[in-house]
């Protein structure tokens, strides 16, 4: 079965930083691109990146808005992608999802890690 | 870029049926096949419900379907059930900005 397991949220002060982990099971993350998205409290879903696997390249995209904030990188061997958040801004607060991508789509989420950006 | 434009909810009764549509431009939904359809319950992670314009997951039920015209996808519910009372995004792949969700349509089941 596969699942997606996100950790590290909390509460951060505006200006520092995060680290995100996104754990994966059932499947070999090798063999995937994998994706985050967030959502601030009662708003939509906001694509944020992605990282492509090495046979690929294994270099990522992001969104205009957290561009040269965030990186997001990969540890096949463990198995875990991270989301690394930098700069942090109150308007970054949110659920981050991470998500296993296959045919340019989202195929399988996580449960979610909420972010607070607060002072 | 801009989100993909969802009208904010939709609506009917059991056994019916309704339509959600998702009009973004030609760089992105009208450009590419790849428009993804999410479903997400209050306070749950989204679950893929239609991938490449047209095509179903396994285990998503067959009253789900997708389709496309120029800049416009649509995700049909056929037989509406209690259980399909949930918030619906799409998503289209968009190139040099590679993707972009839609707003979000609200379906309630009368």
């Known amino acids: 079965e596969v699942q997606l397991v996100e950790s590290g949220g909390g509460l951060v002060q505006p200006g520092r930083s995060l680290r995100l982990s996104c754990t994966a099971s059932?499947?070999?993350?090798?063999?995937?691109?994998m994706s985050w998205v967030r959502q601030a409290p009662g708003k939509g879903l906001e694509w944020v990146g992605f990282?492509?696997?090495?046979?690929?390249?294994?270099?990522?995209e992001y969104a205009a808005s957290v561009k040269g904030r965030f990186t997001i990188s990969r540890d096949d061997s463990k198995g875990i992608a991270y989301l690394q958040m930098n700069s942090l801004k109150t308007e970054d607060t949110a659920v981050y999802y991470c998500?296993?991508?296959?045919?340019?789509?989202?195929?399988?989420w996580g449960q979610g890690t909420l972010v607070t950006v607060s002072s | 870029q801009s989100a993909l434009t969802q009208p904010p909810s939709a609506s009917g009764s059991p056994g019916q049926s309704v339509t959600i549509s998702c009009t973004g431009t030609?760089?992105?939904?009208?450009?590419?096949?790849?428009v993804s359809w999410y479903q997400q319950h209050p306070g749950k992670a989204p679950k893929l419900m239609i991938y490449e314009v047209t095509k179903r997951p396994s285990g998503v039920p067959d009253r789900f379907s997708g389709s496309k015209s120029g800049n416009t996808a649509s995700l049909t519910v056929s037989g509406l059930q209690a259980e399909d009372e949930a918030d619906y995004y799409c998503?289209?792949?968009?190139?040099?900005?590679?993707?972009?969700f839609g707003t979000g349509t609200r379906v309630t089941v009368l």
């Open positions: 998503s289209s792949y968009a190139g040099s900005n590679p993707y972009v």
């Open positions: 059932g499947f070999s993350l090798g063999d995937y691109a």
């Open positions: 998500g296993r991508r296959q045919f340019f789509t989202t195929d399988y």
């Open positions: 030609s760089s992105d939904v009208g450009g590419y096949k790849y």
């Open positions: 990282i492509r696997n090495k046979p690929y390249g294994g270099t990522a």
